[in-house]
């Protein structure tokens, strides 16, 4: 992931534990999300990938982050 290069241009908040937000991702995003995608017809698999792009976005970012992705994340669609 990208955290530190985040922390580094102001955009995740700067106490985040780098080494331990990695590993918590990492399992968080394997462990739920094939646990989750198990009942394919409750969540599609775009429900939850942006349940989870909003579930970490709030986690690691600043006031400064947050107001990025919300300017921008939905440009795409």
């Given amino acids: 992931m990208n955290f530190r290069q985040?922390?580094?241009?102001?955009?995740?908040?700067?106490?985040?534990d780098v080494e331990l937000i990695s590993f918590f991702h990492s399992i968080q995003i394997k462990n739920t999300?094939?646990?989750m995608s198990?009942?394919?017809?409750k969540y599609s698999k775009k429900r939850l990938?942006?349940?989870?792009?909003?579930l970490i976005?709030?986690?690691?970012?600043n006031e400064k982050g947050l107001k990025y992705i919300e300017e921008?994340?939905?440009?795409g669609e």
């Fill in 6 to 16: 985040g922390i580094e241009e102001g955009y995740y908040r700067d106490d985040l």
């Fill in 33 to 35: 999300f094939m646990e």
């Fill in 38 to 41: 198990q009942d394919v017809k």
């Fill in 49 to 54: 990938i942006d349940f989870f792009v909003d």
């Fill in 57 to 61: 976005t709030h986690l690691i970012a």
């Fill in 72 to 75: 921008h994340y939905n440009k």
